[in-house]
C-alpha cells in the first residue's frame, strides 16, 4: 500500500503508526524542512511506550512494531531512519503534488495541517488529492478550526476569530507564520465534494461554545455545531 502524509513536519506519527504493522510505503511531505531529529526520536519511543494502550494486534503483530520502532530509535539520523522505515521525504515549497503520479496512492492523510493552508491554495490542493489518489482510495484528515492565536492568549476562546471580518483579520491577526484559513467544517465538505470526492464519514471530537461571541457577518449562515467545531475529522474517497 503506498500512503501519503501531508503536512508532517518531523512528527510522522500516522506514518509511523501504519508502518510498525503493515508493509506500506510512505512518502511524508512538507513545504518546508522543520525538522529536528530529538524531537523525531521522542515521539518514536512514546510511540512505542503506548502501543499497548492504542490498540490490541495480537503478540506477533505487536512483537513486530515494537521491534521495528527500536530499530529506528536507534537511528543517528533521519536518512537511517527513513532507510529503515522505507519512507521518502518530499519537499515543495509551494506545496504542489505535481511530482506525484496520478492514481499512485491508496491513503492520503494529515493531522492538523488543513486549517493552515491558504485559501486560494485549497481548490489547488484538493485537485491534486484526486488526481493522485486511486479510484476507491481514502483521503483522512483530522482539522483543526480553532482560532490557534489561543495558544499565544490563554484567556481567549478558541473560536475568537469568529468574530473579525475578512478586512479586520488582515490587518490585525493575519501572519505567514501562524497562517488560519478560518475555514469550518461545512467548508471542507463542499471543498472535497467540488473536487469529485465522495464524503464516507465526518465527527466532531471537540467544540467550544460560541452563543456569547459575536459573530462576524460571514459566518451568520453557518450552523451552530459548525462554529462551535475545534477539532473534527473527516474522511473522503475518490469515487470508484
Known amino acids: 500500500m503506498k500512503v501519503l502524509e501531508l503536512g508532517t513536519g518531523w ?12 508493509e506500506v510505503e510512505a512518502t511524508v511531505f512538507d513545504v518546508w524542512d522543520n525538522r529536528q531529529f530529538e524531537g523525531f526520536l521522542t515521539h518514536v519511543n512514546a510511540l512505542k511506550a503506548a502501543l499497548p494502550q492504542l490498540t490490541d494486534r495480537g503478540p506477533e503483530r505487536m512483537a513486530r512494531a515494537e521491534a521495528l520502532l527500536a ?9 537511517e531512519a527513513y532507510a529503515v ?16 503520479a496520478d492514481d499512485s496512492l491508496d491513503l492520503v492523510f494529515s493531522s492538523d495541517v488543513m486549517e493552515h493552508i491558504p485559501d486560494e491554495s485549497l481548490p489547488v490542493l484538493a485537485a491534486s488529492l484526486a488526481r493522485v489518489v486511486k479510484p476507491g482510495g481514502m483521503i483522512a484528515q483530522q482539522i483543526v478550526p480553532s482560532d490557534h492565536l489561543c495558544i499565544y492568549a490563554k484567556t481567549a476562546h478558541r473560536k475568537a476569530y469568529l468574530q473579525y471580518s475578512d478586512s479586520e483579520w488582515a490587518r490585525w491577526f493575519e501572519n505567514e507564520v501562524q497562517c488560519q484559513n478560518r475555514w469550518q467544517q461545512s467548508d471542507f465538505r463542499a471543498l472535497f465534494q467540488r473536487a469529485g470526492l465522495e464524503i464516507m464519514s465526518e465527527e466532531i471530537l471537540a467544540s467550544a461554545d460560541t452563543s456569547d461571541l459575536k459573530i462576524a457577518p460571514r459566518w451568520s449562515n453557518y450552523p451552530r455545531e459548525d462554529l462551535d467545531a475545534t477539532v473534527t475529522r473527516m474522511l473522503v474517497r475518490v469515487p470508484a
Do not use: M, Q
Not at 11 to 22: D, G, P, S
Not at 71 to 76: D, L
Not at 85 to 100: E, K, M, Q, V, W
Open 11 to 22: 512528527v510522522h506519527w500516522e506514518a509511523l503508526f501504519l508502518r510498525a504493522f503493515y
Open 85 to 100: 522505515l522505507g519512507f521518502t521525504y518530499l519537499i515543495a515549497p509551494d506545496g504542489s503534488l505535481d511530482s506525484l
Open 71 to 79: 530499530k529506528v530509535a536507534a537511528c543517528r539520523n533521519f536518512d
